[in-house]
């Protein structure tokens, strides 16, 4: 396969802290023989472990980008044994955008995987992802929150997996990571997920969903700061005790798990995220605004369980999620 157009500034394999760019050639309008410069930071000591951790793989999620330009910004590599490798924002057109796909070609980054060397600016980044970044990790987060459009209670997500050995371990880094709520997730769309490149290559693998509506709290963003330095910790990248608290255990099973509109109109949630909500229980209603004197359409819980995720802008249209209901354990 044709090599990657993309060149790091950064030496992988040199001790101490870089700070520098992915360089990838993208000649446009304003820029004949420009490039896109991707920060990104490399801090390594001696050997031991690699952790990649990634932030800005949707545009519009910001407790991840947060969390590593912080992080970036104070690693210090005296007691660090082994690799992180730090990029706050993956899919940098669609980050400085602040829209969840690439306003240059349109690439939904968890979508496009394992991409291409010879295909759109999205694509190039996710094949450099797929055959340098992610051969060189042990541990691999990827921080993603629910973006313009849907709002979460903040959780860390593994996944089910046909190797039981390293979902125990995926199991395990999402305890260290310790958000308030862990989900054992069900994807509703898996192909193509920088997720799934991730877990076939057999790496350890955890995902966030840690809020939502387009922007970051200042309780969202701490938990995402507490979960990266507890999992630098678990990989004994970093030495000392992890920071810990309860969380609250959750299931998706099956798609029952997830509530869609089959309206456009108004939306009027019922109940908010974090509550319990039992089998029948009206979850939202739809009004009708092209016209008054309708009923709403309601939309009701299919299961017991957890108000886990809710679709986040006022107006809601025909096949948007209204509500994601998980099962506490
Ligand atoms: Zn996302």
Redo the contacts with the bound molecule.
């Keep these: 396969m044709r090599n990657n157009p993309i060149t790091p500034t950064v030496d992988f394999e040199k001790d101490g802290i870089q700070h520098g760019f992915l360089k990838l050639p993208y000649s446009h309008d304003a820029s004949a023989w420009g490039s896109m410069m991707i920060p990104i930071t490399v801090a390594k000591n001696g050997t031991g472990p690699t952790v990649l951790l990634s932030g800005g793989?949707?545009g519009d999620?910001y407790e991840g980008p947060i969390a590593l330009f912080d992080l970036a910004s104070k690693i210090k590599t005296e007691k660090m044994s082994g690799r992180v490798i730090i990029v706050p924002g993956m899919n940098y057109p669609a980050f400085r955008a602040a829209r969840r796909t690439s306003p240059i070609d349109g690439g939904n980054m968890?979508r496009v995987f394992p991409g291409r060397p010879d295909g759109t600016v999205t694509e190039k980044i996710a094949d450099f992802f797929q055959r340098t970044l992610l051969p060189m990790a042990d541990y691999v987060i990827d921080i993603?929150s629910g973006?313009k459009t849907l709002d979460f209670v903040p959780f860390c997500a593994a996944h089910v997996l046909d190797n039981k050995q390293q979902q125990a371990d995926c199991v395990a880094m999402m305890e260290a990571f310790n958000a308030p709520y862990s989900v054992m997730l069900l994807e509703v769309d898996a192909v193509g997920m920088y997720d799934t490149s991730a877990e076939e290559m057999g790496k350890i693998f955890i995902s966030t969903e840690l809020g939502g509506g387009g922007s970051a709290w200042a309780a969202t963003v701490a938990i995402a700061k507490k979960g990266v330095s507890n999992v630098l910790k678990h990989a004994g990248v970093l030495p000392g005790p992890l920071e810990k608290s309860t969380t609250i255990q959750l299931d998706m099973p099956d798609g029952q798990c997830f509530i869609s509109s089959v309206s456009n109109g108004l939306l009027e949630i019922a109940t908010d995220l974090g509550s319990h909500v039992t089998k029948g229980q009206t979850l939202a209603r739809v009004h009708d605004i092209e016209r008054t004197g309708t009923r709403p359409v309601i939309y009701k819980s299919p299961l017991d369980g957890i108000f886990t995720a809710r679709h986040f802008p006022g107006l809601v249209g025909m096949g948007d999620v209204i509500a994601v209901i998980a099962i506490p354990l």
Aim: aromatic fraction near 0%; glycine fraction near 16%; charge should be negative.
């Design positions: 793989n949707h999620e968890n993603h973006g």
